[in-house]
C-alpha cells in the first residue's frame, strides 16, 4: 500500500474508508475528478491476501492480490489522492460534515464512501498454520475465485449447514472427490441437507477435527474417522460484515450485516456510500471496483450539483 502520514486535523471532500481495491478505485476516480480526497486503510484486508488471483480481467497469469492493491493505490496517488495506514474508530454527523476520529487524528469530510470489507472467520487453528496453508493454496476461501485451481482435486469443506452444503455442491462441478467435515463436532446438517449432499455424491464426516498438519502439498486433518488428507480445504464459516460505521450512522443492513445500497451506492444516509464486500451480494474484486466508479461518478454529480 502506498502510505503516507495524517496530518493532525484535515478537511476533504471525501473520506474513504478501507484501502482495498473497492477504496482505492473510489479514490482514483474522485481524484480525477480533482476532489480532495483521502483514504484510511489499517491493512491486512481480503486482496491484500490473495497468493494469486486469476480471474480479474487484465492480467493473463493472474496478479498476486498485495501487488493489484498496490498498483490500484500508486494509481490514485499520481493523481492527488492521499492514503495514510491508520484506523477510522468512529464517524459522526454534524450539520453538514462527517467527523471521522482515526487512529491518527481527526478527519472533517463532506462525503464518506465506505470500503471497509469483510472479515472471513477462521478455522480454529494456529495463525501461523493458516497463512502458510493459505500462502500454499492448501486453505482457500473463495470457490467462485479459484475452484477452477481444483479441478479433479481432493476437497474438504469445513463448516455446517446450508453455507456448507451450498459451496460443496458448487465444487462438486470441478471434482468428483468433495467432503464436508465439521471442526469442532458433529456436523449440523439436517436430512434434507443430508439428502442433497448424497445426491451429489459428497461424502460427510461427523465428528471432531483435532488437529492440522502440513504435509508437502497436502492438508492434513486428523478427525475421529483418522487422519485425512487433502488438497485444498474452503472454510465456510461465514464473516464478520465491517459496516459498524455505517450502522452507527443509521443505514440499513441485512441479517449478516451486509449493507443495502441503492443503484449508486448510496446506503440512505446522505453522501455515505458504500461499495465492496461491505455490500450484500457478490464478494469479487470486479464487482467492487465496479462499484467504486459508481459511487465516486454519482458523489462527484452530488457534490459539484
Ligand atoms: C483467500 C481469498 C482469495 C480471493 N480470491 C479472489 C479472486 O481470485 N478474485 C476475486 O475477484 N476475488 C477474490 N477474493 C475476494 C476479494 O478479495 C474481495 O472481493 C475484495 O478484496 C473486496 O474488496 P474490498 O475493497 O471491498 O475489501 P478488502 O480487500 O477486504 O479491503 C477492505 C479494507 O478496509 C480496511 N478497513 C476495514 N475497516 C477499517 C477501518 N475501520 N478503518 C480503516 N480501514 C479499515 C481493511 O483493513 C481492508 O484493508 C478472495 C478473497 C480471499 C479471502
Known sequence: MTGGRLQDHQRVDCLVIGGGPAGLTAALYLARFRLAVQVIDRGAGRAASIPRTRNYPGFPDGIIGHDLVQRIGEQAVRYGARIANAEVAT???????????????????????????????????????????????????????????????????????????????????????????????????????????????ITVVDGAVASARMLHDKLILATDCGELAFDAVYPALGAQVASRIAQDLGARVDDDGYLYVDEHQRTGVPRLYAIGDVVAGLNQISRAVGQAATAATALRNELLA
Open 91 to 201: 464517524v459522526e454527523r454534524a450539520g453538514d460534515v462527517f467527523q471521522c476520529r482515526t487512529s491518527n487524528g481527526l478527519i472533517e469530510a463532506s462525503a464518506v464512501i465506505l470500503a471497509t470489507g469483510i472479515r472471513d472467520i477462521r478455522p480454529p487453528i494456529d495463525d501461523k498454520l493458516h497463512d502458510a496453508a493459505l500462502a500454499a493454496r492448501l486453505i482457500r476461501y473463495c470457490p467462485i475465485c479459484d475452484g477452477f485451481e481444483v479441478t479433479g482435486r481432493r476437497v474438504a469443506v469445513m463448516g455446517c449447514g446450508a453455507h456448507a452444503v451450498r459451496e460443496a455442491i458448487f465444487i462438486r462441478s470441478y471434482t468428483d472427490d468433495v467432503t464436508v467435515l465439521a471442526w469442532d463436532g458433529a456436523t449440523v446438517l439436517d436430512d434434507a441437507q443430508r439428502a442433497s449432499l448424497a445426491r451429489a455424491g
